[in-house]
């Protein structure tokens, strides 16, 4: 599923009950059907807006389909982490001692925490590498 561009393009031509177009991924993964959520061809005519973060996805999908428990919240994050990689059946995925290390740590006390706060991503690693580190703001005291 591809909220951010099913919210841009469902409905447009629609002026009053405007279909939104978003599939309650939640809904399905109680009757047994594995989801993922996702973004693509972001900045372009048919998804025109967004950062490519799916942490940001996630809080997005929560919204629009009115998920608001931590069990929900939880299940919105592993639908773009552990169940993406089950879906594309990625051997070896999860933090465990022989596994690949591809990972990002996220500003956050837990996994529900991570999607109703869009937490910032704090470094990522490939393979046990850092690719990359963003320093958490720093609030200054006035002068």
């Known amino acids: 599923m591809l909220p951010s561009t099913d919210l841009f393009l469902m409905g447009r031509g629609q002026r009053h009950s405007v279909v939104r177009g978003v599939v309650a991924a939640h809904d399905l993964l109680h009757h047994g059907v594995n989801c993922s959520l996702s973004t693509n061809n972001v900045l372009n005519p ?17 919204n629009v389909c009115h998920v608001g428990t931590r069990a929900g919240l939880k299940e919105s994050l592993d639908m773009v982490t552990r169940r993406a ?29 991570g999607v109703a706060e869009l937490a ?16 958490p703001a720093e609030i200054h005291k006035p002068a």
């Open 46 to 62: 048919f998804t025109p807006f967004g950062d490519c973060s799916l942490v940001r996805m996630a809080n997005l999908h929560a």
């Open 85 to 113: 990689a089950k879906l594309m059946r990625l051997p070896g995925y999860g933090v465990e001692a022989g596994n690949a290390a591809d990972l990002v740590v996220l500003d956050c006390t837990t996994p529900e925490a």
């Open 120 to 135: 910032i991503p704090l470094f990522g690693f490939k393979r046990g590498r850092r690719t990359f580190t963003r320093t």
